[in-house]
């Protein structure tokens, strides 16, 4: 990849990434639909078809996946966007490759390393029958006997409602809490028609939704992203929300509901790639056991109740060896630091 090829780089577009991540499914992210959110940029080629999505976090330029491209231009984007963030003075932190990306930047000497992993459930074979679903099955029971009516909604009719959720849902989390960008979804905006929007109101008021967008390739389906309730909504708005959802979905034919990306959270010695950091990979398994960064273990709580069937592996990636300056700024991308 010579200096000329990389200085006739191109920005792309939401509508670029849009194609890309619907052509090149090869490397099955289920958060693909993720790099079409409002607030990234676009790295592309001219005469290579594919794409590299990112966001600028301090010195680093932070990469969505890897590159959605063929893999006749996979490896040539690869290495032009590395050579981009050198070239402006920048370093290149990559979060959320899957196994198929891990491999190839693992073989160009990139140091990749477990982050965590994504969860999804099989549509076709998914049950609450059981004593096992029993305390899931009697919280939304008594979720909807409250009055609660959960519906699919258009979202343009019911933006105030939505708004004025995340208005009061935010401070549950904290009094310096600020909501979580990048690797997790959005809704409004020009890609808001992609995605389905099911509420819970009370007598006409919105009091929680869980926004789903899609997943293509062999595993295509939706992908479970903003989940968000009002303070005194009833216990089980949420899992009422999913549940119709998911009763929808079966009824359309959909195959799988995905859970998307939770860090931290099954890391296994099997599933690290050659060359890995030992330095990382040690911190990402404090991380778990500390819950200090994120509540990875509700949030597994949460996934694991609608008993996951796949578990795919997700990694991050470093040109010049892991750092934990790295991925203080993937942090900061995602508007958590």
Known sequence: ??????????????????????????????????????GNSYFMLPGRPGIVVYRTAGDYLVQFGGPFAPDESYVDLMRAFTAFAAETGRRQAIVQLQEYDARIHAEHGYTVNQVGASYAVDLHTFTLVGTRYMQLRNKISRALRSGLTVIEADYEQWVDGVAEIDRRWLPLKG??????????????????????????????????????????????GWMHDLSRRLPESPAGVMEACNKAAIDTFIAEGVPWLHFGFTPFTTLE?????????????????????????????????????????????????????????????????????
């Open 175 to 220: 009094d310096d809490a600020k909501p979580l960008e990048y690797l997790v979804g959005q809704t409004g905006g020009p890609m808001q028609p992609l995605r389905r929007l099911f509420l819970a109101h009370l007598d006409g008021q919105a009091v929680g939704y869980v926004s789903y967008s899609p997943v293509y390739g062999s595993w295509d």
């Open 269 to 337: 010695d099997a599933r690290e790639m050659p060359g890995h950091s030992l330095g990382f990979k040690w911190l990402m398994h404090w991380l778990w056991r500390n819950q200090v960064v994120y509540p990875a273990s509700s949030q597994l709580t949460y996934k694991d109740k609608w008993n996951p069937t796949l578990i795919t592996t997700e990694y991050v990636g470093f040109p010049d060896g892991a750092s934990a300056e790295g991925f203080v700024n993937i942090w900061r991308a995602c508007n958590a630091m």
């Open 1 to 38: 990849m010579t200096q000329e090829t990389v200085e006739k780089a191109t920005a792309g577009s939401a509508e670029d990434a849009l194609e890309a991540i619907r052509k090149y499914t090869r490397a099955e992210n289920p958060s693909s639909f993720l790099a079409v959110s409002q």
